[in-house]
């Protein structure tokens, strides 16, 4: 893998992290997006310099490995966007949920983020629960973010109230409440 990324099979870089001047890229904000798979939302988390308008997507999904189909591999890839709106996704329902949006106290090195989240904290080592999780892996990763003082102190309160409001906006059959968990495992 690029840079001083872990090598491990649940982490794949795409994109410009192939490139060697990726860890320099600066951040400023952070969204959690999710997008219509046809049956529910799946959620992203997108770090992203909101004046050069490109994002570092993080994207949680099951591995679908016949051993252990729940083991999550987090897919890390450039976008040239801050976040997805998701307009060619399938479903009768809203294609998009909306971004929850946090800015980070100051611009950090995409670098810096990534080494926390995946050499110190193992954010990759991650178990869905029958494919679901995704919304509460991201959650996971902004209350990390919080301990650490990246973004505001009250950035779960919001995203918990704005999973509220969405869950009001949609409905609970499209917004799945209460939240679906995977687990952290070492």
Known sequence: ????????????????????????????????????????????LFIYNSASNFSICLDCNPSYDPQDSDRAVVTIGYKKYMYTDSRNAPGKFPKSTGPFNTKLKASQNVETILKLLFNNLERDKYRLDGGLGCRHWCATILGDLEQRSYVA????????????????ELGVGIFMMPRQKGAFYQ
């Open 1 to 44: 893998m690029s840079g001083s990324l872990p090598e491990r099979a649940s982490i794949i870089c795409t994109g410009l992290l192939g490139t060697p001047n990726w860890a320099t890229l600066k951040v400023d904000g952070l969204a959690i997006v999710g997008t219509s798979n046809g049956h529910v939302y799946h959620f992203r």
């Open 153 to 168: 102190n009250d950035s779960t309160e919001r995203f918990e109230a704005w999973e509220e409001s969405k869950k009001s």
